[in-house]
C-alpha cells in the first residue's frame, strides 16, 4: 500500500522558514518523480514544486523560485521542503503526491494518483 506522510509544518512568523519532510512508503521511491502541491483557504490546489526520481532536476512554481528548496532522501525514502521567506500567503495546507507512471514528471496536480493527508503551514504574526 502506497503511504505518503508529511510532517513539519506549524506556525511561522512572515520571514522565517519552515522544512516539511515526506515519508513515502509501499512503492520504489528511486523510480518515481515526487511533487509538492498546496490548498490556501477557500482555495483550489496550486502546484508548488517538483523533483525528478533521480533528484537530478527539480521545478518550481514561479512566486516559490529562491525561496523553495525541493530535495530527496533516496536512503530515507523521503522528500523535502525547504521554505525561506515565508510570507502570509503562503499559508496553505502542504500535500506531497506523486504520479504513477515511473519516472514521469508533471506539473499538474490533476495528474497525481498518491497523496499524504497534508500538513498545515500558517505564516502570521
Known amino acids: 500500500e502506497v503511504q505518503l506522510v508529511e510532517s513539519g509544518g506549524g506556525l511561522v512568523q512572515p520571514g522565517g522558514s519552515l522544512r516539511l519532510s515526506c515519508a513515502a512508503s509501499?512503492?520504489?521511491?528511486?523510480?518515481?518523480?515526487m511533487n509538492w502541491v498546496r490548498q490556501a483557504p477557500g482555495k483550489g490546489l496550486e502546484w508548488v514544486s517538483t523533483?525528478?526520481?533521480?533528484?537530478?532536476?527539480?521545478y518550481y512554481a514561479e512566486s516559490m523560485k529562491g525561496r523553495f528548496t525541493i530535495s530527496r532522501d533516496q536512503a530515507k525514502n523521503t522528500v523535502y521542503l525547504q521554505m525561506n521567506s515565508l510570507k502570509p500567503e503562503d499559508t496553505a495546507v502542504y500535500y506531497c503526491?506523486?504520479?504513477?507512471?515511473?519516472?514521469?514528471?508533471?506539473?499538474?496536480?490533476?495528474?497525481?494518483?498518491?497523496w499524504g493527508q497534508g500538513t498545515q503551514v500558517t505564516v502570521s504574526s
Open positions: 523533483i525528478s526520481w533521480n533528484g537530478a532536476s527539480t
Open positions: 509501499g512503492f520504489t521511491f528511486d523510480d518515481y518523480t
Open positions: 503526491a506523486t504520479d504513477p507512471r515511473v519516472r514521469y514528471v508533471s506539473f499538474d496536480p490533476s495528474e497525481y494518483h498518491y
